[in-house]
């Protein structure tokens, strides 16, 4: 895109024409003589005077500019020493890399060419898990509430590490709010790390994929068992060894395998436990990023979220209740109303100096440490890639490495610059490392993913728009 032409992403419907406005962060309605010319189809000179004068007005009020950024830096590239030394949010230690569950959809359990590390025996040592501790005290000095994360493999694999460090760290981070975290496939609690995690206040998560039909197909046992019998039975004893105090403290996070049929999944919610306690769901597709094929989803997968995406759509407009809706279906509705929230109004321009919105500062945010001490910038990453490595409990912190991948938008710089959704990027670098490389080919791949999400959401928001002006009472605007 030329840098003189506007900033902004022209889109239609059958109601209107519009664009965004990146500069603006804002959609606006236009009639079709503008939005020609923004497409590019008619030159200025060519317009009549009302067209000119409506696109004069619009830049009166700031909207059309052409400023991209100059600089394409973090805004907290600068503060990467200051924050890394005494603003570390949160520490994650994988407390073991062994597991008792061969899930299909799992990296660390999948048998082939790896991308990533397998499950193995390695189990974190006290000696280390203190060195970490010790480490995040140190650098999270302005921080007045701290949380600690236990993360595997299978944590509780390692419960006595658990145990210890979480003694440790509350002697230790005395006076300050602390929180203790967990996910867990729940198979291996007993009546005792039950006990221990109400009375440390756990923030506990189950793994859990939908009612024994689907979570068996996926998560099995060593023996070749599904382990849905396990998980569930612990989570209600869980449930109930917290009392009215559950609330906060118990989540369940299940993961679609596209490759399946998902309808099954929301009918685990007809269980009594949903309906007497109000645990938090997260619903999340199962990532391929780290594995050596990609998945194909299935014709069931697509429908069901064809049907799921109309369901959100006709609830926004006021078209059916809350009460038909899932609780993923609650979420997107929720994030589209979000969404239109932050599409409403003027926001500043551009500045000179930026990057597109999506990457934390490594380490500061959700540091985690390895079983043998070595600091990647979340769970989420590839531990066996060395430009992920970000440090160690032994060497502090890679403030150079931190630097890189806080700026991964310099893989391609100017497609970055030019790109409408620069505001409302979410690639980290995650998403742009394979194979020990960072490469702008595979961060590619996920700006595509970004851009098309980022369309369907303007055109929900629009829609919604359009909607409340022709139909709803009351409020008529964005």
């Given at each position: ?388 490595r970000i440090g160690s409990v032994y060497d502090g912190f890679d403030e150079e490495k931190v630097s890189t991948i806080l700026n991964i938008c310099n893989l391609s710089p100017e497609e970055c610059r030019n790109c409408f959704a620069f505001r409302h990027c979410s690639i980290c670098v995650k998403s742009a490392e394979y194979d020990g490389e960072l490469s702008a080919e595979v961060r590619r791949k996920s700006c595509e993913r970004v851009r098309a999400t980022m369309e369907r959401e303007l055109r ?19």
């Open positions: 895109m030329n840098s003189a032409v506007p900033f902004v992403h022209c889109f239609k419907t059958i109601n209107g024409f519009y664009f965004y406005d990146v500069n603006k962060d804002t959609i606006v309605s236009v009639d079709e003589a503008v939005f020609n010319w923004l497409n590019g189809d008619f030159p200025y000179d060519s317009l009549d005077d009302r067209t000119k004068a409506r696109i004069e007005g619009m830049k009166a009020k700031g909207l059309l500019s052409d400023k991209r950024v100059k600089v394409l830096r973090h805004i907290d590239t600068k503060n990467i020493h200051y924050k890394l030394e005494n603003q570390v949010e949160m520490m994650i230690l994988q407390v073991t890399q062994a597991c008792n569950l061969t899930c299909s959809y799992c990296p660390y359990a999948y048998k082939g060419d790896k991308v990533s590390r397998s499950h193995s025996n390695k189990m974190m040592s006290w000696e280390i898990a203190k060195q970490a501790i010790d480490f995040y005290y140190a650098h999270s000095k302005d921080m007045n509430e701290v949380c600690i994360t236990y993360y595997g493999g299978e944590p509780f694999l390692n419960f006595p590490v658990i145990k210890k460090s979480v003694e440790y760290a509350q002697e230790l981070f005395l006076g300050k709010g602390m929180l203790f975290r967990v996910t867990t496939n729940g198979t291996v609690l007993t009546d005792e790390v039950i006990d221990f995690l109400v009375q440390n206040e756990f923030d506990v998560t189950f793994s859990i994929d939908g009612p024994a039909s689907v979570h068996d197909v996926n998560r099995k046992q060593a023996n070749g068992k599904g382990s849905f019998d396990l998980a569930f039975e612990n989570m209600k004893k869980l449930v109930n060894a917290y009392g009215d105090s559950y609330k906060g403290h118990i989540s369940m996070n299940t993961v679609i395998n596209p490759e399946g049929d998902p309808s099954e999944v929301f009918s685990l919610f007809d269980d009594p436990i949903f309906k007497e306690h109000e645990i938090e769901l997260n619903v999340n597709i199962a990532d391929d990023d780290m594995l050596n094929t990609s998945f194909v989803p299935s014709k069931e997968f697509r429908s069901f979220y064809s049907t799921h995406g109309t369901a959100q759509l006709y609830n926004l407009l006021g078209l059916i209740s809350e009460r038909s809706l899932n609780e993923m279906d609650k979420k997107g509705v929720l994030n589209y109303q979000r969404k239109l929230e932050e599409y409403h109004g003027l926001k500043g321009d551009l500045p000179d100096e930026a990057s597109p919105s999506g990457p934390c500062m490594p380490g500061k945010r959700r540091l985690f440490v390895d079983t043998e001490g070595f600091f990647y910038p979340c769970e989420r990453v590839n531990e066996q890639s060395e430009i992920l929900v928001c629009t829609l919604m728009k359009e909607y409340r002006e022709k139909y709803a009472e009351g409020d008529h605007g964005l």
